[in-house]
DNA sequence: CCTGAAACCTGTCTGC
DNA sequence: TGCAGACAGGTTTCAG
């Protein structure tokens, strides 16, 4: 499920805390279970049980998709990837490296309060990070969509510098950081553009009104509370503001053509071929 | 520099 | 009913 909207609304919920579970700030760790070695990238599981013991949780913030745990000594950072997911539960059982309490669970931090952090993700494509230097994991993302000083001029200017096919650029993260295959075809729809487009080729006003309409989604969805797809559901709604993503053959909500879906770049895109067109 | 394919994984759905 | 194949919200790596 995570895109940006979506990693934005496990971040506050595990701020504030939900369900009942208390928020994460002020938690202290008194032991880890890892269930799937690849899930932790770095350091080593030694090093990881040794040094996350008696840290304290000071903070969170997202950065991109990147989920970043502030501890007392250095930052654990998740990357959700596909099926990934994190909440705080109760009663997790000791400190083990089997034997997880769901069939899914891939990493426990114990608390002493008595409850812990899950981090669940059945196709184990997520990955954490302790380390000093959150640089070093996500040093080379770009810019955040909603930051205030990426500005139509920059952003016109960050479309001249690269040749490249629209969509696969915007789910470039190292051009954009955040935007996933929903929101960039919902973005490009809104925009009108199509995902072909070389983005060399827009000019000022339709780069102006393709980051207009990034951002319109992306709060879209964060208003939303993301999307809920499938069996990954964490009471999100955006899902019933799609306009052409997951709506092939369903008209297009402006001119009635039913909604396409093509492949570009490996990924599964929507579009009405009449609103978007490729041709200027 | 740019594009496309493959790999990493499991679960679900479709079609024969 | 059963089973092979396609496909899924992401990213990295490699070939051309």
């Given at each position: ?26 938690q ?19 090093l ?42 109760l ?30 993700d ?20 770009g810019?955040?969509p ?38 960039t075809?919902?973005?490009l729809?809104?925009?009108?553009l ?24 992306l ?35 402006y ?26």
């Open positions: 499920m995570p895109e940006l909207p979506e990693v934005e609304t496990i971040l506050r919920g595990l701020r504030i805390g939900i369900a009942s579970a208390p928020s994460l700030i002020g202290q760790v008194y032991g880890t279970s890892l269930f799937w070695s690849k899930t932790l990238a770095f350091p080593d599981l030694d990881f049980k040794g040094f996350m013991r008696g840290r304290y949780i000071l903070d969170l913030s997202r950065r991109g998709k990147y989920l970043v745990l502030k501890l007392d000594q250095d930052f654990l950072i998740f990357h959700l990837r596909m099926s990934g997911d994190i909440n705080v539960q009663s997790l059982g000791e400190p083990r490296d089997s034997l997880p309490n769901s069939p899914h669970d891939r990493l426990y931090l114990h608390f002493n309060s008595g409850w812990g952090l899950v981090f669940n059945t196709r184990k494509f997520g990955r954490a990070w302790l380390t000093p230097d959150p640089e070093s994991v996500y040093g080379n993302l810019p955040e909603l930051d205030r000083g990426l500005n139509h001029s920059t952003f016109y200017q960050m479309l001249q510098a690269q040749s490249r096919q629209l969509k696969p650029l915007l789910l470039d993260q190292s051009f954009l950081a955040g935007l996933g295959n929903i929101y075809d919902e973005a729809f809104d925009a009108r199509h995902p072909l487009r070389q983005s060399n080729s827009l000019n000022r006003q339709e780069a102006a009104t393709l980051l207009d309409s990034i951002q319109k989604m709060n879209l969805g964060i208003t939303n509370n993301g999307a809920s797809i499938d069996w990954v559901y964490r009471g999100g709604d955006f899902q019933n503001h799609f306009q052409v993503y997951q709506q092939t053959g369903h008209p297009c909500p001119c009635g053509h039913p909604i396409e879906k093509i492949k570009v770049g490996q990924r599964g895109t929507h579009i009405c071929p009449v609103c978007q067109r490729l041709k200027a």
